[in-house]
């Protein structure tokens, strides 16, 4: 039909977190092999999904994920608290059009979008939301050629996509490491559909 959704509801328990790992004395230079237990993690939420077939070749995609994760047992006071690195919600929204008459020539974007994540929640430092947008064109040549132009971040769009949760402060001060977006960049592609090999049914492309 011209639309379908989606409606998902998930709730999620992790239990026995261990993490082992070589720990350097910052004073004395000697190494020490450690094991340790972090505390439950939950998370709980919602997950929406949308296509829809206005026209004849248009295709509409969109999906969204709104949840909260929070420490759960082990963690002692700060029970109930958000969960480093993990947004609130999350989403994107796609478009295709194939125009017709034209022998596969297809035009395509998309919007990504990300909340913002906290690096310490104890000191509030978090990395902010952000969004990009990819715009792109294919054209279906004979035999099986293809070719595909891509503008990634197509109006420059800046944010922050991860902090580093192994090192949170520093000489009394709060600071974080995060890796930036790409600026806009062009790719382009051609694929080759080689179809049946060797009268097996198989197809592969390069």
Do not use: C
């Not at 963690?75 to 690195?85: L, P, Q």
């Not at 035009?107 to 969004?131: C, E, I, K, Q």
């Not at 000489?171 to 930036?180: D, K, T, V």
Request: hydrophobic share 40%; proline share 5%; glycine share 14%.
């Amino acid at each position: 039909g011209p639309m379908s959704f989606t409606v998902d509801g998930f709730w999620t328990l992790l239990k026995n977190i261990v993490s082992q790992g070589l720990v350097i004395d910052s004073i004395t230079g000697g190494s020490q092999w450690i094991v340790a237990t972090s505390p439950e993690n939950k998370s709980y939420g919602a997950e929406v999904q949308l296509a829809v077939s206005p026209l004849d070749g248009l295709q509409l995609f969109g999906n969204g994920t709104f949840l909260k994760a929070e420490l759960g047992s082990g963690a002692g006071a700060d029970i109930g608290s958000r969960i480093n690195g993990v947004p609130t919600s999350l989403g994107n929204v796609s478009a295709e059009y194939t125009i017709p008459n034209t022998g596969g020539f297809q035009l395509r974007g998309d919007w990504h979008w990300v909340g913002s994540r906290f690096v310490d929640v104890t000191v509030g430092t978090a990395l902010p939301s952000y969004n990009y947008f990819n715009l792109g064109a294919s054209y279906l040549l004979h035999q099986g050629t293809r070719i595909d132009l891509d503008v990634l971040n197509a109006f420059m769009s800046k944010g922050l996509e991860e902090g580093n949760p192994r090192l949170l402060s520093t000489g009394g001060a709060p600071i974080f490491l995060a890796r930036p977006l790409l600026p806009r960049r062009v790719t382009l592609a051609i694929t080759y559909d080689f179809g049946e090999l060797g009268g097996s049914g198989s197809s592969s492309q390069q």
